[in-house]
């Protein structure tokens, strides 16, 4: 069948622009010296480029010598009455692909985001080429004819694939069936912190696309996503890749294999990542479709607790050339992105009534699932592995928590010290995780409340947030003096008093009655 270009109209190669940013370059009618201007307009951010054009064919007889056809196209005529999309997609890859010969180059070149430059081009068919100074995005060349001195339209657009890739937090410990879709995925709320506790499961999303390369490409370097945690544990039997919206459930060695050794998936402190590499028909059936990835992660012993977070960090890595997806010089381009998770510290100071430290005064902590809670942060359901007794630590007698989740915790006094009043009931301690002003994004401080379940112990309770503590207050109660002190001493004379005075009132008493008798 036939095939040509449309005369009503620019032919363009197309492409889906995913979270990108689109290249106006356009040729219009300088109608002053009848030159024609080529200009571009937000090719890039922060990079500069070049523009050319060349001439490849004219109107009436076809390519010029020096430009060839694709493959198992016999000649021009081929497309000389009807055209599709992919025939130009295929035949401007073609041509782009191919060094240009002298004479050709029709503009002059020019650098810098949304420049111009006039020239004069007659009748035919030009290839227009973008060229990014930094590659930092895939560029699609483009045909444009030129019809009785003019473009059949004033101006056309040059597709630019930029990257970008999102990295978020969806869930803390959600007991509820992740989503199957990604569209289900992207209607939940998403952030870049969270506040989670030691063994708590945080979900994550990494939303992205594919590159798209050429028809032409038919080998390309592999992209792949890399996932890196730390302090975290990702766990890969939970990972699930959706393409252009829809889960790959089955074949899914057909699309994409995932890597999970901590060496080569960039795990951290203890933690392992993993490390997605799409395949060669993934790029081909969806290059330029979004990429969604999700996946639990699990907080680690030794996370960090406060202000220093644990990132998680992904990144996808990919070819920037267009036309080969393979041989650019910047094989590695890559694109990144972050969440972070914070955990909270706690500690439950004892004192006396006089704010002096109380030592070896046992405590136990509950969280909101009634289990009790480990200094590490971990939860057991066996008391006697979760009771701990205040110790001298920095002028403090505390139990010093870390890797803490915001929200409430019940405190129990189960053993006092002798001769001061112990707590009668329970303490809900509850701590709330702050956030920037203006971002609104967790920032790993904290505030601490306490309140007593009985008001008898509400004068007994405090907190002190600024070193993070819940602050418990014991009065001594009434009780014998201690031997040797100033009130043995009182006792004993007074005791001696009471005896020499009976005594003497004795001696009294049988005189009187010696005298009677």
Excluded at 94 to 117: F, I, K
Aim: proline share 3%.
């Amino acid at each position: 069948m036939k095939k040509s270009f449309k005369r009503a109209g620019i032919a363009v190669l197309s492409m889906s622009m995913l979270l990108s940013m689109g290249a106006m370059t356009a040729i219009t009618t300088n109608a002053a010296d009848e030159n024609y201007t080529v200009h571009a307009s937000g090719v890039l951010t922060s990079s500069n480029a070049t523009y050319k054009v060349y001439k490849v064919a004219d109107n009436v007889t076809g390519l010029i010598p020096g430009w060839s056809l694709p493959e198992g196209v016999s000649g021009w005529s081929d497309y000389s009455s009807s055209s599709t999309a992919a025939d130009m997609k295929l035949l401007a890859a073609t041509l782009a692909g191919q060094t240009p010969p002298d004479g050709t180059l029709v503009s002059a070149t020019s650098s810098g985001v949304n420049l111009e430059t006039k020239v004069k081009l007659d009748d035919g068919y030009y290839l227009v080429i973008v060229t990014p100074s930094s590659v930092d995005c895939l560029v699609e060349p483009m045909l444009v004819q030129v019809k009785d001195g003019v473009p059949t339209e004033a101006g056309s657009t040059a597709k630019v694939q930029s990257l970008t890739l999102t990295k978020a937090i969806t869930d803390v410990d959600d007991d509820t069936d992740k989503a199957t879709t990604a569209s289900t995925n992207a209607s939940k709320t998403k952030d870049s912190t969270a506040v989670a506790g030691v063994g708590n499961t945080v979900s994550y999303t990494i939303d992205t696309s594919m590159p798209k390369y050429a028809p032409t490409a038919t080998v390309v370097t592999p992209p792949y996503i890399q996932d890196t945690p730390t302090n975290l544990d990702d766990n890969n039997t939970t990972i699930k890749v959706f393409l252009d919206g829809t889960e790959v459930a089955t074949n899914k060695d057909d699309y994409y294999s995932v890597n999970v050794d901590s060496a080569t998936a960039g795990a951290t402190d203890g933690g392992y990542g993993f490390k997605i590499t799409f395949t060669q028909k993934a790029v081909s059936e969806y290059g330029g479709k979004s990429i969604q990835v999700t996946y639990d992660a699990v907080v680690l012993e030794n996370a960090n607790v406060g202000t220093t977070g644990n990132p998680n960090t992904a990144k996808i890595v990919y070819n920037s050339n267009y036309l080969t997806g393979n041989t650019h010089a910047d094989d590695g381009k890559e694109v990144d992105d972050e969440a972070e998770v914070y955990t909270a510290p706690l500690k439950i100071v004892k004192k006396d009534g006089n704010g002096n430290t109380l030592k070896d005064v046992q405590f136990t902590l509950k969280n909101s699932e009634d289990k009790y809670v480990k200094t590490d942060g971990t939860t057991t359901t066996n008391i006697s592995e979760a009771t701990y007794t205040t110790t001298e630590n920095n002028a403090y007698a505390d139990i010093e928590y870390s890797g803490l989740k915001d929200g409430n915790y019940t405190l129990t006094e189960v053993q006092g010290v002798a001769n001061y009043r112990p707590l009668t009931s329970t303490v809900t301690v509850t701590i709330t995780a702050g956030k920037d002003s203006g971002s609104n994004l967790y920032n790993g401080t904290y505030t601490y409340k306490a309140a007593a379940a009985d008001s008898s112990d509400s004068s007994y309770v405090s907190d002190d947030t600024a070193n993070n503590a819940i602050i418990i207050n014991n009065a001594p109660i009434n009780s014998l003096p201690g031997t040797g002190g100033m009130g043995t001493v009182l006792f004993t004379v007074g005791g001696a008093a009471v005896v020499l005075l009976a005594g003497a009132l004795f001696v009294v008493y049988m005189k009187k009655r010696k005298i009677k008798e």
